[in-house]
């Protein structure tokens, strides 16, 4: 089955500055990936996704790659703000359920 | 409704006891999920619905967990037995066709503690 691996599990940056997270994924089947921001006690919110015949998506601040041929995908924030804390968890499907990774704690001091 | 909806938001109960969580999926969505997520992890899928079939049980941890869907919409998630290692937050998620690549939206979970 699926296995999705996140890094690193903790990130802490600079206001202003910029963060990266990674993921990659073991079934070359999987042609969906969404990325989650959830902060403490809250629900899980969909922040950006990526399909599989698509490399790269931006959305203001934040932009997210894909390397079919690696397995790997990638997170960005740009010009970081302390609202950026939070916990941010990749997941990759070929239809149905997510298989998510561990989570990458973000931490933004200003 | 506006978004996905579960009850109870809260449940602590005896170990042995049974318990029922309850979704309530955002509306017209055919496709309903339940996730848990321990402690400072990950979510683990546990199931999934497409109307009222589920055609993927393969995450249910045991045959103390069991789900249903009754009128395409409102779900329930029993578990039998309870045991400590139940303890968790129980989410429940909703796409709009059962179709791969549809976003999921979820609720803000059960968080069940078994004592």
């Known amino acids: 089955g699926e296995n999705v691996e996140q890094h690193p599990s903790t990130l802490s940056v600079q206001e202003g500055d910029s963060a990266v997270i990674k993921c990659t994924y073991s079934?070359?089947?999987?042609?969906?990936f969404p990325w989650y921001k959830q902060e403490l006690g809250k629900r899980p919110q969909l922040i950006i996704d990526i399909r599989s015949n698509v490399g790269e998506k931006k959305d203001q601040r934040i932009a997210v790659t894909l390397n079919k041929t690696a397995k790997h995908f990638s997170l960005h924030i740009t010009e970081t703000q302390p609202e950026d804390s939070a916990v941010y968890f990749c997941a990759a499907s070929n239809g149905g359920k997510l298989i998510f990774g561990q989570g990458t704690e973000l931490s933004v001091k200003p | 409704g506006a978004g996905v909806s579960q009850s109870p938001s809260n449940k602590v109960t005896e170990k042995g006891k049974d318990v029922e969580l309850r979704c309530d999926p955002i509306?017209?969505?055919?496709?309903l999920y339940w996730y848990r997520q321990s402690l400072g992890q990950g979510l683990e899928f546990l199931i999934y619905?497409?109307?009222?079939?589920?055609?993927?049980k393969s995450g249910l941890p045991s045959d103390r967990f069991s789900a249903e869907r009754t009128g395409g919409s409102v779900s329930t998630l029993t578990i039998q037995r309870t045991q400590q290692e139940d303890s968790a937050v129980y989410l429940c998620?909703?796409?709009?066709?059962?179709?791969?690549?549809?976003?999921?939206?979820f609720g803000d979970g059960t968080r069940l503690s078994i004592l």
């Open positions: 509306s017209g969505h055919t496709a």
């Open positions: 619905f497409q109307g009222n079939s589920a055609p993927d």
């Open positions: 998620a909703s796409s709009s066709t059962w179709a791969g690549n549809q976003p999921q939206h």
């Open positions: 079934d070359s089947a999987s042609n969906y």
